[in-house]
């Protein structure tokens, strides 16, 4: 499944970086503005979500026919206001990812924990979460 797709990332137009398809980024235009002219905090938590999709279809491509992922919850700190483009990055801890892929395997179900954060142009971290998915056999 490409992440760009889902209709929800479609229509607010987040996409892949050109030079890293790992990386997901969000153009700054009116309709991503709050109250204040920076990004809406629910358009950065958008990207971040998507981007933590995106690390676990990364890191476990080989159940990608095979199991059902749902965001179950997630913690997220704002930062810093962006005012321009944001990238998202999203990573795994490996003892996670260990622990997962044998719950998985045994249980036919798991959760895990995926890190993200999300930098402007300039590299300065406008915010950063953790997105806890609950992955099931289909």
């Known amino acids: 499944?490409?992440?760009?797709?889902?209709?929800?990332?479609?229509?607010?137009?987040?996409?892949y970086v050109a030079e890293n398809k790992n990386i997901?980024?969000?153009?700054?235009n009116d309709n991503m503005k709050?109250?204040?002219?920076?990004?809406?905090a629910s358009a950065q938590f958008a990207l971040?979500?998507?981007?933590s999709g995106l690390a676990l279809q990364n890191n476990f491509s080989h159940l990608a026919d095979s199991v059902v992922p749902v965001l179950r919850k997630s913690e997220t700190k704002f930062k810093k206001p962006a005012q321009s483009k944001i990238i998202g990055k999203a990573t795994i801890d490996e003892g996670a990812a260990s622990k997962f892929n044998l719950q998985i395997e045994n249980k036919g179900r798991a959760p895990i924990a995926v890190n993200v954060e999300i930098e402007d142009e300039n590299g300065n971290i406008t915010m950063a979460g953790t997105y806890e998915w609950f992955v099931q056999k289909i």
């Not at 499944?1 to 996409?15: A, L």
């Not at 997901?24 to 700054?28: A, C, E, G, I, T």
């Not at 971040?48 to 981007?51: G, I, R, S």
């Open 1 to 15: 499944m490409d992440i760009t797709q889902i209709p929800f990332n479609k229509y607010i137009e987040i996409s």
């Open 24 to 28: 997901l980024k969000l153009s700054f």
């Open 34 to 40: 709050n109250h204040v002219g920076t990004f809406h």
């Open 48 to 51: 971040a979500e998507a981007c």
